[in-house]
């Protein structure tokens, strides 16, 4: 057990890109637990990138982890930046410009004409999908609550 553990922090840190500390080891594992990613290569891939993209929310992956399973099904192996847009605007997410560069930020930006490919776009479809559900979630305040 001790040995594969061992394995899994290796394959984490070599995609880290340095070696990490046993507090931060063990906090990765416990957040990728709670966000329900696999201590695989995939999963750590992801779970950097996602916290990359948005280190406030990646922590609430798992509430939108099967649904980004079924999204990427239809994505395939990949997609262009003005598809992509147009996807976002099938599922009702509507991020600023701002926003949607953030996203596209780790792999060189956001351009239309670009073709993303699966890796780039599963971490960039999650964020997305967070952000729909945290716009969802959040009541709006319209100042009438007072019946």
Avoid at 24 to 39: A, D, G, I
Wanted: proline content about 3%.
């Amino acid at each position: 057990m001790g040995e594969i553990m061992e394995q899994e922090r290796i394959v984490y840190e070599t995609l880290l890109g340095h070696r990490c500390t046993d507090v931060h080891w063990w906090r990765v594992k416990k957040t990728m637990k709670s966000c329900e990613l696999p201590l695989t290569r995939q999963g750590f891939q992801l779970f950097i990138s996602l916290r990359r993209i948005s280190p406030k929310f990646y922590s609430q992956f798992h509430k939108v982890k099967k649904v980004l399973d079924q999204r990427m099904r239809v994505i395939g192996d990949g997609m262009t930046g003005a598809e992509v847009k147009r996807y976002l605007e099938v599922e009702k997410i509507s991020p600023s410009q701002s926003t949607l560069s953030r996203w596209f930020v780790k792999s060189g930006g956001y351009r239309a004409a670009a073709f993303y490919n699966k890796t780039v776009l599963t971490p960039v479809i999650a964020m997305a999908l967070i952000y729909k559900y945290r716009n969802e979630t959040q009541a709006p305040n319209t100042g009438d609550d007072n019946e």
